[in-house]
T-cell receptor, first 110, second 113 residues
Framework: DAKTTQPPSMDCAEGRAANLPCNHSTISGNEYVYWYRQIHSQGPQYIIHGLKNNETNEMASLIITEDRKSSTLILPHATLRDTAVYYCIKRGGSNYKLTFGKGTLLTVNP | DAEITQSPRHKITETGRQVTLACHQTWNHNNMFWYRQDLGHGLRLIHYSYGVQDTNKGEVSDGYSVSRSNTEDLPLTLESAASSQTSVYFC????????????FGPGTRLTVT
C-alpha cells in the first residue's frame, strides 16, 4: 500500500523558518502534492500544491525533489498563529478526493 | 466575500432521530464534499457531488445521505442517528477539475446520545 510519512510533531521558534518534510512511498506522474493545515477546532485550510516544480505563494514555499517522492513545506517566518496540524496529501488524475493522514503538529514557540 | 457556511455549529440529538446538517457556499463551485473527523482517524470522506443532481458515496457513507438540488447547498442527512456518528463534520467545496483546492467550512460538532 502507498504510504505517506510525516513526523508526528515539530517545534519552531517564532520568526524562524519552519521546514516540514513529507515522503511518499510511491507517487504517479500525474499526482500533485498538496499541503493543508488545520488550526485547532477549525476547518482545514489550503496552503499550496505542486506537481514537480518548486512553488511559492503568499503563505509558503514548496520544494519537491526530482523523484517527487519527497517534499518540504517552508513557512519562511513562522508566527504563533502558524501552530497547527499540517497535512501532506497526494492527489491526481480524476481523483477529487483528499485523503488526510495524521499530519505533523507544528508548534511555534515564542 | 464568498464563503462556505455550516449550520448548526453544535448539535445534540438522540439515537434514532433524523438529523440534517446544512452546508452553503457562495463561490458557485461545482464540487462539494462532506467529511467527518474523529480522533485517531483524521478526516474521512462521506459523500461528494460534482454538480446539481449528482451525488457519490465516499469511504464512510453508510447511514448518511445527501442531495444536490442547487449549486449552493449540499445538506447531509443522518437517517437514524447512532452514537457512532458522534463526530465533527466538515463541508468543503472546490471549483473546476480535481486539481483545484478545496475550501472548508467551520465544521459542525454533532453529539448523538
Amino acid at each position: 500500500d502507498a504510504k505517506t510519512t510525516q513526523p508526528p510533531s515539530m517545534d519552531c521558534a517564532e520568526g524562524r523558518a519552519a521546514n516540514l518534510p513529507c515522503n511518499h512511498s510511491t507517487i504517479s506522474g500525474n499526482e500533485y502534492v498538496y499541503w493543508y493545515r488545520q488550526i485547532h477546532s477549525q476547518g482545514p485550510q489550503y496552503i499550496i500544491h505542486g506537481l514537480k516544480n518548486n512553488e511559492t505563494n503568499e503563505m509558503a514555499s514548496l520544494i519537491i525533489t526530482e523523484d517527487r517522492k519527497s517534499s518540504t513545506l517552508i513557512l519562511p517566518h513562522a508566527t504563533l498563529r502558524d501552530t497547527a496540524v499540517y497535512y501532506c496529501i497526494k492527489r491526481g488524475g480524476s481523483n477529487y478526493k483528499l485523503t488526510f493522514g495524521k499530519g505533523t503538529l507544528l508548534t511555534v514557540n515564542p | 466575500d464568498a464563503e462556505i457556511t455550516q449550520s448548526p455549529r453544535h448539535k445534540i440529538t438522540e439515537t434514532g432521530r433524523q438529523v440534517t446538517l446544512a452546508c452553503h457556499q457562495t463561490w458557485n463551485h461545482n464540487n462539494m464534499f462532506w467529511y467527518r473527523q474523529d480522533l485517531g482517524h483524521g478526516l474521512r470522506l462521506i459523500h461528494y457531488s460534482y454538480g446539481v443532481q449528482d451525488t457519490n458515496k465516499g469511504e464512510v457513507s453508510d447511514g448518511y445521505s445527501v442531495s444536490r438540488s442547487n449549486t449552493e447547498d449540499l445538506p447531509l442527512t443522518l437517517e437514524s442517528a447512532a452514537s457512532s456518528q458522534t463526530s465533527v463534520y466538515f463541508c468543503a467545496s472546490s471549483a473546476g477539475g480535481p486539481n483545484y483546492e478545496q475550501y472548508f467550512g467551520p465544521g459542525t460538532r454533532l453529539t448523538v446520545t
